[in-house]
């Protein structure tokens, strides 16, 4: 079989063997070389193919490509700059491929040489046997090919660009083809982080960013498990009912409900301020409630905004607590109340740790889904009311200030650029903190 | 004696059901005012400035008509269904077939590359925008819909590919593995044996597809430029969002026209949502 052959150790091979497998890959290092050498004419032909039109690929248009990506343009309106960048980023792409393709080949004429050396009528000869062969081994690289090769231009690609972005003066001053854009190298991060405009900016938006996070979040968390607990109760009449009702939330797209609370929390002519406050002053005794700012004054519009995401974010945590709550064993139960625990007890001794042991990955992604909440921002009230200077509002978190960076008046790219990545970091170190912990991420053979 | 001790044990059990009762009421009635004030709100007359629940009337059909003949609603929803049917044909067919790869072989790469992907992606996309507007301008995808299905499907992939994977895996291997001994090649072993047993899956995937051009509002309005391109939620963000023009009727209406299809395939296909969101988490 060629799996043992290829994977015998040297001192197996006789010298003669031994010898031919070094020339083999030796004469490899010229693509398809080594493959000649094993008399394998069709696949050697493929390979120095694949090797001359790399070589034409990368004379022709791949130094200029690469030099562009250096100077970012010497002539304002003749050279793009950030065309340039794109291009000189595809070329390295194009070379990483070529230098894996260029090691799978190396390998490739040492491993049926070793074959060879072996069992000579195994290794295909003719193109038929060899494209047999590649359909045979290769079929999940046929599946997954066209995966990769989307999330290469959707999502590495995109990545990269941001980074190198980063590292220029991106602005709205520097627009191409108009002007050229420099490299300035860690400029960006001093104005982030030295600037004190935009310091300032920065380290109030980071922190709003974080209450937001933590209190919409544990909100809804809370909201999830508190329904999910009421509702488990044995004694309940209209279960179906209400269980539908609360699926509601999540049920109707978010935005259509995120636009109309923008619109019910309308200070001036909203609901909230024209029928449910006056309504409660009405119904419940010794209630006087004036008017609320909403939208206009900061503090009553993040009340809100927490308010409207536990209402959006409950259901899902309230389903998934559900599913927990009845796979808990009813004898654990019964053998804490025979020990004379109170409720109170059974819920913090069995309950929530059961629900936390399974459900904590979850959680986690529902304070990284907040912390990423743009649309819960910016469809409410914008990231408004006021301005905290440098395109951010009051209520605005680090995404939605990032759009607006990036969409706004005087776009500033390369300090959308740089913020994004510090998001990036926040968002992957704490996943990857969560993904080693659990066991859901592991992969077998 | 017997009698008191039942009076007691009634007056005990009456708090709790009162106020579990008690909760869950106001709870639904939080839950649903806002729903019927948009009910109610689109089949209202006239132009509001705001809407709240009002009964009055006088109610009519007016605002559907309208939605149809002064604005560019149908363009939109029709727009956003060519999106939507595109990005699921494309997201479903290229995880399916990846999720498959990563179960059932091995591959040099399989387990460092998904979950590289997996963790790239977390990169916000709304970070990615200036990176997405420079690629659209050098390849002419701005105002485009193919680019819009483009991000849609690549942002997609590593997560779902990782569902569809762990789907694939409660399939059992003899199968496949009976399959080939009696001479199925790859294709048909796929095709004919385990896709069909991966049914459910396939049309959760292909649903979440489906709604998601629904309710994406960031990266449409960014890649969108021209109105008769808009997708719904574009659209009927400048219903409410105009402070010249409030149309909030008409967005109501519009509304309902989303929201209703989308709950309907949610609650149809909600235990399945479920299963496959938790499949990953209790597995281990």
Do not use: C
């Not at chain 1, 380290?203 to 709003?208: K, T």
């Not at chain 2, 039942?6 to 007056?11: G, W, Y």
């Not at chain 2, 939605?67 to 727009?79: H, M, V």
């Not at chain 2, 997708?231 to 969002?241: D, E, K, S, Y």
């Amino acid at each position: 079989m060629e799996s043992t052959a290829a994977t015998k150790k040297k001192e197996d091979f006789t010298k003669k063997d031994q010898e031919n497998i070094r020339k083999a890959t030796l004469f490899s290092i010229l693509p398809g070389g080594g493959q000649f050498y094993n008399k394998q004419i069709f696949k050697g032909i493929v390979f120095l193919a694949v090797f001359a039109v790399f070589l034409v690929q990368f004379f022709s248009w791949g130094t200029g490509a690469l030099h562009g990506l250096v100077t970012l343009g010497t002539t304002p309106r003749e050279d793009h700059s950030l065309f340039l960048m794109i291009e000189g980023v595809l070329q390295i792409l194009v070379i990483v491929v070529f230098l894996f393709f260029y090691v799978v080949q190396l390998y490739d004429a040492n491993r049926v040489a070793k074959i060879n050396a072996i069992t000579p009528d195994k290794v295909n000869r003719s193109a038929k046997s060899v494209i047999v062969n590649v359909y045979e081994n290769g079929f999940p690289y046929l599946l997954t090919i066209p995966a990769y090769i989307i999330m290469l231009f959707a999502i590495i690609f995109p990545v990269v660009v941001t980074i190198l972005i980063m590292f220029t003066n991106y602005d709205f001053n520097n627009i191409p083809p108009a002007s050229l854009i420099q490299w300035t190298g860690l400029e960006t991060f001093q104005k982030i982080f030295v600037l004190s405009t935009y310091r300032d900016t920065f380290m109030s938006v980071l922190s709003w960013t974080v209450i937001w996070t933590l209190a919409a979040t544990t909100l809804q968390i809370g909201l999830g498990i508190l329904t999910a607990m009421v509702m488990n109760q044995p004694f309940i009449k209209g279960k179906r009912f209400f269980g539908v009702i609360l699926l509601l939330p999540w049920a109707v797209p978010a935005f259509i409900t995120i636009l109309t609370f923008s619109n019910m929390f309308n200070p001036s002519a909203g609901a909230i301020n024209t029928q449910v406050i006056p309504f409660i002053n009405n119904f419940i005794p010794f209630f006087d409630i004036p008017s609320i700012a909403w939208k206009i004054e900061p503090f009553w519009t993040k009340v809100a905004l927490i308010g409207i995401q536990g209402w959006l974010g409950f259901p899902y945590i309230y389903v998934l607590t559900t599913s927990i709550l009845q796979s808990i064993p009813s004898e654990w139960y019964e053998a804490s109340a025979i020990d004379g625990a109170s409720t109170m007890q059974k819920f913090n001794y069995i309950t929530f740790p059961h629900i936390l042991s399974v459900a904590a990955p979850i959680f986690i992604t529902q304070y990284t889904g907040n912390f990423n909440n743009f649309s819960m921002i910016y469809l409410f009230n914008e990231g408004g009311p006021g301005s905290l200077g440098n395109n951010a509002g009051s209520t605005d978190i680090l995404i939605s200030w990032v759009y607006k960076l990036t969409t706004g008046q005087s776009p500033q790219y390369n300090i959308s650029a740089a913020i994004t990545l510090i998001i990036s970091m926040i968002v992957i170190v704490i996943s990857l903190i969560i993904f080693n912990r659990s066991s859901a991420f592991e992969m077998e053979d | 004696m017997m009698s008191q001790n039942k009076k007691k044990r009634k007056i005990k059990d009456f708090w709790p059901k009162f106020f579990t009762y008690a909760f869950l009421i106001i709870f639904s009635a939080i839950i649903i005012y806002p729903l019927l004030i948009t009910i109610t709100s689109a089949f209202r007359a006239g132009n509001l400035m705001a809407f709240d629940l009002n009964f009055d009337g006088p109610f009519t059909m007016n605002n559907f008509k309208r939605l149809f003949s002064e604005t560019l609603y149908g363009t939109w929803y029709l727009n956003t269904l060519k999106v939507a049917l595109s990005a699921m044909v494309i997201q479903v067919s290229i995880i399916t077939l990846a999720g498959y790869a990563y179960s059932r072989y091995r591959f040099i790469g399989k387990k460092s590359t998904l979950k590289f992907f997996i963790i790239v992606q977390m990169v916000p996309t709304t970070a990615a925008l200036t990176a997405f507007y420079i690629m659209a301008l050098l390849v002419g995808g701005l105002d485009t819909h193919a680019f819009l299905i483009f991000i849609y499907v690549g942002g997609s992939i590593p997560m779902n590919t990782w569902l569809m994977k762990g789907y694939f895996d409660t399939v059992p291997i003899d199968l496949d593995e009976s399959a080939r001994l009696d001479g199925a090649g790859h294709l048909r072993t796929f095709w004919q044996i385990v896709l069909p047993l991966v049914r459910p899956m396939v049309a959760v995937q292909a649903l979440w597809a489906f709604m998601t051009p629904f309710g994406e509002f960031m990266l449409a309005r960014f890649i969108l430029r021209t109105p008769a391109k808009y997708t719904v939620a574009i659209g009927l963000q400048q219903f409410i969002n105009n402070p010249r023009e409030q149309r909030v009727t008409l967005f109501a209406a519009g509304a309902i026209l989303i929201a209703l299809p989308i709950s309907v395939l949610f609650f149809f296909l909600q235990k399945h949502f479920v299963s496959g969101l938790t499949a990953g988490g209790t597995k281990g």
